[in-house]
């Protein structure tokens, strides 16, 4: 049982370049969301699914893309990298939005994205 | 528009002691507040949780205290030491969405 795994784990971009950071998880959660951290302001949710097909928008949603063609694999797609994206990303997961009891929501080790 | 704030943003205490982490939130919608710890280069993880039902909740040497009044929450952590140095992030909840405060680092001096 692996968890939630990203790849990579660094990436460099230039301005205006486009990548795809991924995240899976083997634990049968449908929910999944991505958020970015930034010094001094937390993290901050920039979109999530609550299954499969399903997507929506967090709080920081512009100039990202996701998908959710399976429960495991959730990415998130950088359109026209910015500086202002340079950031730690972490993909987290748990079984369900509702948040029961004992519902966990574990995160990812990050990824670490500087644009130049 | 800051739904959660979050103080203090940095703590040193002494080992042993008692650590305090504050949180203040608006919308009295939310239903759902964790704690969440975070290591250098690690992503968080859960530390404790707690709904608006309950006014205290203990896990071992941490304690969440409620109020729903004043809508405020805040984390205790009792005879603290160093392998809890690490940043401490309080969150909301509601509607499918977890906003997080801005972290207290916490340093567990000897």
């Known amino acids: 049982n692996a968890g939630v795994t990203q790849t990579p784990k660094f990436q460099v971009l230039k301005t205006g370049q486009s990548m795809t950071l991924q995240c899976a998880q083997d634990m049968n959660h449908e929910y999944m969301s991505w958020y970015r951290q930034d010094p001094g302001m937390g993290l901050r949710l920039i979109h999530y699914?609550?299954?499969?097909?399903?997507?929506d928008q967090g709080e920081v949603p512009n100039g990202y893309n996701v998908s959710r063609s399976t429960t495991e694999d959730f990415p998130l797609r950088l359109l026209s990298a910015a500086p202002s994206q340079t950031s730690v990303y972490f993909c987290?997961?748990?079984?369900?939005?509702?948040?029961?009891?004992?519902?966990?929501?574990?995160f990812g080790p990050g990824t670490r994205l500087t644009v130049l | 528009q800051q739904q959660v704030k979050q103080s203090p943003q940095s703590l040193i205490v002494q080992k042993g002691g008692i650590s305090i982490i504050n949180c203040a939130y608006e919308?009295?919608?939310?239903?759902?507040f964790p704690w969440y710890q975070q290591f250098p280069g690690k992503g968080p993880a859960l530390l404790i949780a707690i709904r608006p039902d309950v006014s205290e909740k203990k896990e071992g040497r941490f304690t969440i205290s409620f109020n729903k009044s004043a809508k405020q929450f805040s984390l205790h952590i009792m005879d603290s030491q160093p392998g809890d140095s690490a940043t401490y992030f309080c969150a909301v909840e509601t509607y499918e969405k977890l906003t997080f405060g801005t972290g207290t680092r916490l340093t567990i001096i000897p």
């Open positions: 919308n009295t919608a939310f239903d759902y």
């Open positions: 699914s609550v299954g499969a097909g399903i997507t």
């Open positions: 987290a997961s748990s079984y369900s939005s509702l948040r029961e009891d004992g519902d966990t929501q574990y």
